[in-house]
């Protein structure tokens, strides 16, 4: 119990040893081992961090894209629609003139007949008149003469 | 059994017995029980510590977790309390508290079959040497208490002066007075007697009680008791010890 001697020599070596042994094996290692990690999660986290401010960031930039992107469709839309309209009114403007233009076409074309019929009537009646007048005076008045005068007469009339 | 006989035995038990010797370098140096015990405890904690520590993952899973808790808890036992150079320190901490706390309890395992039963199993000659109720704690050796606190002073010191470097060192020696010079320098007797006679009075109180009881009232008692003595006093004493070697070491190196 309290003889002192060779044992406390055995105990400090011993000691030292195990000390040397387990701080080789056992202590030394998990420490760097687990404070290694520790760094890595750190690591780990911050770059987690950094990318999730950066995919913040194109988030963003993609939402403007898209803002700017339906902006740009509005006002392609708008310009296509101000030209649809343009031409439209062209169009209509178009075929109005045309409408205008052959109704007076029409129109000029019918007084043309309208005077060739009337010209041909009366020529149908200056023959009527003339032959009933020829019948009548039982002269032969087809001169140049007569046809001038009745001529004048038919027109006389149609214009009274 | 008279009294007479219960004081031999207990006498008996009490000492460390000097088992064979070992020839070295012409000297015959005897190795005791003690040194006996405290070689199967240094085994015991080489292994598992080889085994705990066996390819270590990044998720720790079983017995990493085990090697991570222990490493972790003196580790961070250190750093509370002697502050931004504990990294020297922890291991020795460690093994110190490590080896303790299995040398105060190592009693617990003498239900394990002795040197005879080995001799016979193996036929190795040395273990014929080893007796039957062998695994007693190591520390109810004076040796072993005195050795430690030695040890623990030579590492306060040399904190001190691989830390702080000589030259402060020495001086803190008069700090803040020159008048304390002289208790400063009894610290150093004082602190590694208080720790060695603490830790040896407890653990052989604690021995000297369970041996009476196994003496006296072999069956039921000592089991309740055994708890208190053997498991918790012992490793009271190894939280203690130590604690008060990094008190120590914190204020040698501040």
């Known amino acids: 119990m309290f003889n002192f001697g060779p044992t406390f020599v055995w105990v400090i070596v011993n000691l030292f040893i195990l000390y040397l042994i387990l701080k080789k094996i056992l202590f030394k290692p998990v420490t760097e081992f687990m404070e290694n990690r520790s760094n890595s999660i750190k690591a780990d986290l911050e770059n987690a961090s950094k990318s999730k401010a950066e995919a913040e960031r194109l988030k963003q930039m993609r939402m403007q894209k898209l803002l700017s992107a339906e902006d740009e469709s509005e006002q392609i839309l708008n310009a296509a629609r101000q030209r649809a309209q343009k031409e439209y009114e062209d169009i209509i403007n178009a075929a109005h003139r045309e409408a205008e233009e052959i109704i007076a076409n029409a129109e000029k074309s019918i007084a043309a007949e309208r005077e060739e019929m009337l010209r041909k009537l009366r020529n149908e009646i200056i023959n009527l008149a003339l032959s009933a007048a020829s019948k009548i005076i039982e002269v032969n008045m087809d001169t140049k003469m007569n046809r001038a005068l009745v001529d004048k007469f038919i027109k006389e009339e149609g214009a009274a | ?88 320190f922890a291991p020795y901490i460690g093994t110190v508290a490590l ?16 040197g005879e039963f080995l001799y016979r199993l193996t036929g190795l000659d040395f273990l014929r040497h080893l007796p039957e109720n062998l695994l007693k704690p190591p520390t109810r050796d004076i040796n072993v208490p005195v050795s430690l606190a030695v040890l623990s002073m030579v590492v306060c010191i040399m904190g001190g002066l691989g830390i702080k470097k000589p030259g402060p060192w020495l001086r803190s020696f008069f700090e803040p007075s020159i008048m304390l010079f002289p208790f400063k320098v009894l610290d150093y007797l004082i602190r590694p007697t208080s720790l060695s006679l603490r830790l040896f009075g407890n653990v052989l109180g604690a021995f000297i009680v369970m041996e009476l009881l196994y003496l006296t009232i072999p069956a039921f008692l000592p089991a309740p008791l055994s708890i208190y003595f053997d498991i918790f006093d012992g490793l009271l004493q190894a939280y203690i010890f130590v604690f008060l070697s990094l008190f120590y070491m914190a204020e040698a190196v501040e």
């Open chain 2, 1 to 88: 059994m008279n009294n007479l006989d219960l004081r031999e035995k207990l006498i008996e038990e009490l000492y460390a017995k000097e088992l064979f010797k070992i020839n070295l370098f012409g000297w015959e140096i005897p190795v005791t029980d003690t040194v006996v015990v405290m070689w199967i405890v240094m085994a015991f904690l080489i292994l598992f510590a080889f085994f705990l520590t066996r390819n270590l993952k990044p998720v720790p899973k079983g017995k990493q977790n085990l090697a991570e808790v222990i490493v972790g808890f003196f580790n961070s036992f250190s750093r509370e309390v002697i502050g931004h150079h504990w990294r020297p």
């Open chain 2, 99 to 114: 080896f303790l706390a299995f040398a105060n309890t190592i009693s617990l395992f003498n239900f394990l079959p002795g």
